[in-house]
């Protein structure tokens, strides 16, 4: 019943708010026709191309756009030895392109993604909408049952505490999806003519101490305050798992966050899903993690940081460490899994000397 | 279809069934209409006039058993209108069960927690007398004691958050990334419904914005995650009273406790307890649908000119509940709602004499609940 939007053109914002200061990266391998319907949308915005696969191969992007675009040589020549922490033949290569951005905010998103129409039937422009739930404050420490106060329209419920109600920056915005859902194998295999059909008009924030699986299709994040945190993992050529890339962000962010006192978002944007990956290949590469993530969310949910980790970074670092002591017995995966993640933080600081303020603080 | 027209009532229940058609037998089955089983709706009447609620309610109502309880402080009789099947409980009544002294407890808003007291059924969906159906999206009437019913006979999932909220609704499943372990969930104990028009704000909030109207449908049920703490509303909830009855309580009451929702807190204390007892039972919450149509009341200003202690209150009873921990012998919700009762005795009974007093309140409550709770018992002529 969903179907992506058509008359983009007619909702074109009038102002493209922070087009200065936010990157748009998007991971490919094939090419990136879906632009060309985004095009109203992100078109006054700079795009950063992580291109995966085969360097050799020209990925054409369409006109009218400004972009840089990295392929594999160039991940190899900028990171030297340290590129072996960014993944191959897997989308989350995409974090390379957080590392090397320089501006604030970061919106990126699946190439097989559209733009999605409200029940109204208007096209839905997700990247405005992630700007707002990145600008507006986030409610982490107790639960509105009306959802997002900041929304027009809305508000604290009685009994919320007014000493809360400030609220605290937000450090991403993740977004949902339309069509296509995003579910693991099993569950594509048992319900492959599912589709997400329900347009929950809601943004909230997920509680403080709460985990959640982030996918990394429509996602946006502010860098100054969390980039660190948004590492991909190992996935693809060479690793025994694939698919869990975002989720190992997701974990590492909202545990981060939750010490830091940061927000994240979820719910509204919508984005329409229009391509179902093959559930078989799909099985194969999550196959571990299925089983992983029965020991890897406990870790996660028992996760204590120091107090002396007061920047992002030193959180990662501590984190990296914890994964090494506590998870490398499951499996030596996560044993080269810490040593990446220390790897990419010594890769970030290197190409982001000055680094974000610490504690979270906007400068 | 006859039940989304709002059109089933026993007697067409009985026709599909004496029709013998195996998938009408399984339908029913699947959406829980039977009739030993049915919810209890104690309406707190602090209007005498009911009668143009309860016609708004009737299609959805009338299959159930309904208790109404008259707040004792209202002087006029009620009006009610003719063919529902009801108790209705007064202030006689009330004395007769829990004595003189003690029926004081049930005055305002708090009326409801008598009819939790006395009614036998195993669900219980409470709903303010201001608040009439709504229809959905689509202009179908929402049917808000079936959606509450649904939300209490499907699983619950505290322990992880589902990115597609209600991982048991049509349509949507757990997301990748979720937990296999965690995909069966936890019985779900309470069931927090939201207002259309006139939203559950406080009196600065609604005096800010006298303007401002709910007109948001948000088409979602989502489990409150476990150790997080909410508001809970009094307005539209629902609970299993066999599991959770007894956290559901009357005990604070604010010095200038009055008659419109603004003015009390007693819910939103209530409400911190059963969450607390909930989480550390490994029982879950959920909020979100069903929406009821909420009507305009009173003058939220008039409101700001009393002594706003329920906005100071939160402050303490915020950070409280956030700490207490209860410990590994507390199994029963009776146990539970006694040993948040101490710790609100020892930790914030000498900040203030309000909070003294309902801990004692929540004692007396579970004493009460247990003799007269658990037994039977029958209104008044």
Redesign the interface.
């Known amino acids: 019943m969903a179907e992506p939007a058509t008359a983009t053109q007619a909702a074109a914002p009038v102002v493209a708010l922070l087009k200065d200061e936010l990157d748009i990266v998007i991971p490919t391998i094939r090419n990136l026709d879906f632009l060309e319907m985004w095009r109203p949308f992100f078109q006054p915005y700079h795009l950063i191309i992580v291109q995966d696969g085969d360097p050799s191969k020209t990925i054409k992007v369409p006109e009218g756009f400004d972009y840089e675009l990295y392929n594999r040589n160039d991940i190899n020549r900028i990171l030297g030895p340290k590129a072996s922490c960014i993944s191959f033949k897997d989308s989350a290569c995409r974090c390379f392109g957080y590392m090397v951005s320089k501006k604030k905010y970061i919106f990126t998103i699946d190439d097989d993604c559209f733009v999605a129409k409200d ?1 109204s039937g208007k096209a839905i422009n997700a990247l405005e909408q992630h700007i707002k739930n990145l600008l507006s404050s986030s409610t982490p420490f ?6 997002d106060p900041f929304r027009e ?12 109600r400030e609220g605290v920056p937000t450090a991403a915005s ?1 977004g ?1 999806w339309l069509n296509i ?4 194998a099993p ?1 594509q295999l048992v ?1 492959p003519l ?9 943004v909230l924030t ?10 990394g299709m429509n996602l946006a994040f502010n860098r100054e305050l969390i980039g660190p945190a948004m590492y991909f993992g190992l996935m693809g050529d060479g690793q025994p798992i694939g ?2 890339d ?2 190992w962000a ?1 974990w590492c962010t909202k545990v981060i966050c939750d010490h830091l006192g940061l927000g994240v978002k ?1 719910g509204l944007p919508y984005i329409f899903h229009s391509k179902a990956s093959n559930p078989f290949v799909n099985l194969r590469k ?1 196959y571990k993690g ?1 089983y992983w ?2 020991e890897i ?1 406990p870790f996660f949910q028992q996760a204590v940081l120091p107090k002396d980790c007061t920047t992002v970074q030193k959180c990662y670092i501590e984190l990296a460490k914890q994964v090494k002591e506590k998870l490398s017995k499951v499996d030596p995966y996560f044993d080269k899994l810490a040593d990446a993640m220390v790897t990419w933080i010594e890769a970030w600081d290197e190409l982001n000397p000055t680094g974000p303020v610490p504690n979270g603080k906007a400068a | 279809r006859t039940l989304r027209a709002g059109k089933l009532t026993e007697r067409v229940l009985k026709l599909f069934i004496a029709t013998g058609k195996d998938e009408v037998f399984s339908l029913i089955q699947a959406l829980n209409i039977q009739v030993t089983v049915t919810p209890v709706l104690p309406t707190r009447a602090l209007r005498p006039d009911l009668t143009s609620f309860m016609n708004e309610w009737r299609t959805i109502f009338s299959r159930f058993h309904l208790i109404i309880v008259k707040d004792p402080d209202l002087k006029e009789e009620l009006k009610i209108p003719e063919g529902f099947n009801l108790d209705v409980y007064k202030k006689p009544d009330i004395d007769r069960v829990v004595g003189t002294s003690t029926s004081t407890i049930f005055s305002g808003y708090s009326c409801r927690y008598f009819g939790y007291l006395v009614s036998r059924k195993k669900y219980i969906i409470s709903v303010d007398d201001d608040c009439y159906p709504v229809k959905d999206n689509k202009g179908i009437l929402v049917d808000a004691v079936a959606q509450h019913i649904t939300n209490l006979t499907t699983p619950a999932t505290p322990f992880f958050f589902n990115t597609l909220y209600d991982p048991f609704t049509e349509g949507a499943d757990f997301v990748r990334g979720y937990p296999f372990s965690l995909r069966s969930g936890v019985q779900c104990a309470l069931s927090c419904g939201l207002w259309l028009n006139l939203a559950d704000y406080d009196a600065p909030t609604q005096a800010l914005k006298p303007e401002e109207r709910n007109s948001r449908y948000v088409d979602a049920v989502l489990t409150v995650p476990a150790r997080t703490l909410m508001p809970i509303s009094g307005i539209n909830i629902a609970f299993n009273r066999e599991v959770i009855g007894p956290a559901l309580l009357p005990s604070l009451r604010l010095g200038g406790e009055g008659k419109f929702r603004w003015e009390t807190m007693e819910d939103i204390w209530s409400g911190m307890c059963v969450k607390v007892v909930c989480d550390h039972l490994g029982l879950g919450v959920k909020t979100g649908m069903p929406y009821v149509w909420r009507n305009d009341r009173g003058d939220a200003i008039a409101s700001l000119r009393k002594e706003w202690e329920g906005v100071k209150l939160m402050e303490e009873v915020v950070p409280f509940f956030q700490s207490v921990r209860l410990s590994r012998e507390a199994t029963t919700t009776e146990d539970c709602v006694a040993e948040v009762a101490n710790v609100v005795k020892e930790q914030l009974g000498s900040k203030d004499p309000m909070f003294a007093r309902a801990a004692k309140a929540m004692v007396d409550w579970v004493k009460l609940w247990k003799s007269v709770g658990s037994s039977t018992s029958s209104p008044g002529a």
């Not at chain 1, 508000?155 to 809360?164: I, N, T």
């Open positions: 029940p107790f639960f509105n049952t009306l959802y329209g809305a508000d604290f419920v009685r009994g919320y505490p007014f000493s809360l993740h949902l859902p995003d579910y693991d569950t319900k599912e589709r997400n059909t329900r347009y929950v008009d809601a997920i509680p403080k101490g709460t985990l959640f699986p982030m996918c698919r869990y975002d989720m997701g979820t999550e299925i993530q029965e969310i």
